[in-house]
């Protein structure tokens, strides 16, 4: 007789795990549970408890462990993080926190203790590099830059390196889009003797188009306010590991900072996770059918957008690890400045707001908003041009979004 195991893939997983509706009076969707403590069941599971929570213990295969208070665990942040696992190939745990920026600067203390030295790929993320230069860099820690989609560059900045311990990639890179090679960043940092961890900020094509865990690295974070949500009505996010102990360090860091996502925000996250591959490839069809109309244009510098990338290096690393290229669209406008802020305020459909990954279609001018605390000259040194917009594309249909976007370039041409 057979006994073939039965394993589903991510979209039914995640519809699958984490929720038991016999926990929930039978509810076929969980309860909130709002309790900031629970109720031990016996003095002596309260010590077992703690003993495991503080890691002086682990819990062992199948053991029911009672649950403490909730800045440390709850049961929405359990189910949600059993039944986000899935969506990430090569993950075995996540860990839940009340914001994007939440995830990586815990993410950060954790792995870079006093005197250590991290490398990062430049253009990050604006609130990254914010904690980097006046946090990180106050206790102790050395960050280094290397430009985003140079892999040689990367590989010699690791190299480099003494007391290494965290490699931090942004791929690709907001608002340029420009690629690092997650696959060959591992290769140089399982060569370096310090042997950094590497973690990489997946936000713009993860979960549903990049898998950061199957190319090597060893964390993949989310701020999980963008595609994971995909509503914009609330801030999250999500780190996923293949490593339990390291989950183990960053749920411990997380319970002193007091920043696992709110019971509340768990559950309308749950309710998003089982369409966001639904959403991502609807928003990158959309993305994709615009930027490839709109190459081209006479009002337009360039539209940067992977599918039109024609840098053989950019292409490469492209082809080898995004299944499809997403649903953020960058248009370089003829006119600088003038011209970029013209387009915004003719859009109608589209909204001049900052954020993306949201089910409607949002436009910014990185140089002036997102990316304002970069000086003048490292704008330059990273390409965030004047006339840039950053376009993140709905599930609207892409014909009113083109005909929206090409009514507001169309006195430019
Ligand atoms: C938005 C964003 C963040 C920060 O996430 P919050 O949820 O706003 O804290 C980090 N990285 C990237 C790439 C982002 O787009």
Redesign the pocket.
């Known amino acids: 007789m057979s006994s073939k195991k039965y394993v589903v893939r991510p979209e039914t997983a995640v519809l699958t795990r984490g929720f038991d509706p016999a926990l929930s009076v039978g509810a076929a969707r969980p309860a909130v549970f709002r309790s900031s403590t629970y109720v031990f069941s016996t003095p002596e599971s309260a010590a077992r408890a703690f003993d495991i929570a503080l890691g002086r213990s682990r819990a062992s295969r199948g053991e029911s462990v009672d649950l403490i208070y909730a800045r440390l665990s709850h049961p929405n942040a359990q189910i949600l993080e059993d039944q986000v696992v899935p969506l990430e190939p090569g993950a075995t745990g996540a860990a839940a926190f009340n914001?994007?920026?939440?995830a990586?600067s815990t993410v950060l203390l954790t792995c870079c203790p006093p005197g250590s030295t991290l490398i990062y790929t430049s253009p990050l993320?604006g609130?990254?590099q914010l904690f980097l230069d006046s946090l990180l860099t106050g206790l102790g820690v050395t960050p280094v830059a290397a430009p985003a989609g140079n892999g040689a560059a990367l590989a010699e900045a690791i190299a480099r390196a003494k007391n290494l311990k965290l490699v931090f990639l942004?791929s690709p890179a907001?608002p340029t889009l420009r690629m690092t090679d997650i696959a060959g960043a591992v290769r140089a940092a399982r060569a370096h003797p310090d042997r950094p961890l590497v973690a990489v900020?997946n936000?713009?094509l993860g979960p549903t188009f990049q898998h950061p865990l199957e190319l090597g690295a060893d964390l993949s974070l989310y701020?999980a306010?963008?595609y994971l949500n995909g509503f914009s009505d609330l801030?999250?996010?999500i780190v996923l590991a293949r490593d339990e102990e390291l989950l183990t360090q960053l749920r411990g860091t997380r319970a002193v900072l007091g920043n696992i996502l709110q019971p509340d925000e768990c559950w309308l996250l749950n309710t998003r996770l089982p369409t966001v591959v639904l959403r991502m490839n609807r928003q990158s069809k959309n993305a994709q059918r615009i930027a490839e109309s709109l190459h081209g244009h006479p009002a337009l510098e360039r539209v940067i957008y992977p599918s039109l990338f024609d840098d053989p290096e950019q292409q490469r690393i492209r082809d080898a690890q995004c299944d499809h290229p997403g649903g953020v669209v960058t248009l370089e406008v003829k006119g600088g400045r003038a011209a970029a802020f013209d387009v915004l305020r003719r859009l109608t459909i589209v909204h001049n707001a900052v954020?993306?990954g949201g089910v409607e279609s949002l436009a910014c001018h990185p140089r002036t908003t997102t990316h304002s605390e970069l000086s003048p000259e490292q704008l330059d040194a990273v390409g965030i041009t004047e006339g840039m917009v950053r376009f993140s594309i709905g599930v609207e249909n892409w014909r009113d979004l083109l005909a929206d976007i090409q009514g507001a370039l169309a006195s430019r041409a």
């Open positions: 914001s994007g920026m939440a990586i993320y609130g990254t942004e907001n900020d936000t713009f701020s306010t963008k801030l999250a996010g954020s993306l």
